[in-house]
DNA sequence: CTTCATAGTTAGGAAGCCTAAATGTTAGGG
DNA sequence: CCCTAACATTTAGGCTTCCTAACTATGAAG
């Protein structure tokens, strides 16, 4: 039965998934900068982060991340430069008005997240902490499947 | 000390849900019918359900549960009918076509997630089992907050 | 100095969600 | 019985985000 009971946590945890999409949606739906955007200015701190390496942590084409970074680029939150050791490669940071656009839509996400985590129980918080790291490491699973087509007209 | 903890653990949270975005494109990506097609696929067996029940478990509005029931009955996978009791509604229902792609659908797709979990302890696998409760509960909390509007240009 | 690989951009298109407006139905008062 | 308000759905039009294919420019290796 072994095999059996992995196959229920396996759609139970696609449930999982599916809400997870949800929960998103009403997490950030209503403000002003995407969730993906976010992602973005936050990791784009510091050094800044090259196009390439952008579209990786997003799980995104290369394409996918010009557009957004040129988006938030026209809205002055991101800057292009040439990367001094690649003529080839640009590099992405954030401007004064992306570090500060990055940590308000963090601080407000994360105010929110936790008015909601304030409700539980503390052995539900727990049972969050514990299941995090799992998450990450199903990602890696998947690293080595698939990869998009089409849907159905 | 309390209140970092929780702000912590709403970042990572946040993280989290990021990342259930990227393992379903993984997961579905490369599949005919899209999250969503085998989520209505699957809630329209026995007696059907109605546009707005569709809409209100899928967590968008009424319009976009019409594009894809139209869709999904293009294909021959779904059917509308007239609701016997009120003449405004359609009841939407699988076919029997729909039945054999639903069932198909959840099949491959579970079978992909099992791939994944069978790589996992068994203490990762109970980590998620307990977890999967409080996300029901965290997408109930959030049924109190916020509706969707424009991103930056 | 060719040739091939790499980094990014541009162009065009598909999917999925939204709001507003139109259509037809039901239900409650007068 | 009739009118008006609420309701269920569809249609129309638009926006975001993602994709693939094709193009430009640079780097690296023989």
């Known amino acids: 039965m072994k095999e059996k009971e992995l196959a229920d946590l396996a759609d139970r945890f696609r449930g999982m ?5 949800f ?8 403000l002003e900068l995407s969730t993906t955007q976010v992602s973005i200015l ?10 390439g390496v952008i579209a990786e942590n997003l799980g995104v084409r290369v394409p996918s991340a010009t557009e957004q970074v040129s988006r938030l680029e026209r809205a002055g939150l991101l800057e292009r430069r040439a990367d001094p050791r690649d003529a080839r490669a640009v590099v992405v940071r954030r401007t004064d008005a992306g570090d500060r656009a990055a940590a308000d839509a ?7 997240m ?3 985590l304030e409700t539980l129980e503390p052995a ?5 902490r514990t299941a995090l790291p799992v998450m990450d490491k199903i990602n890696e699973r998947l690293h ?5 087509k089409e849907h159905i007209e």
């Not at 936050?42 to 196009?51: F, H, N, Q, S």
């Not at 539900?124 to 969050?128: D, R």
Request: aromatic residues 0%; charged residues 35%.
């Open 23 to 30: 929960v998103s949606r009403r997490l950030d739906g209503d």
């Open 106 to 112: 963090n601080r407000r996400r994360t105010a929110r």
């Open 42 to 51: 936050t990791m784009c701190g510091g050094d800044g982060l090259r196009m």
């Open 124 to 128: 539900e918080l727990e049972a969050l």
């Open 17 to 21: 998934l599916r809400l997870a999409v």
């Open 144 to 148: 080595t499947i698939s990869n998009p």
């Open 114 to 116: 936790v008015d909601v």
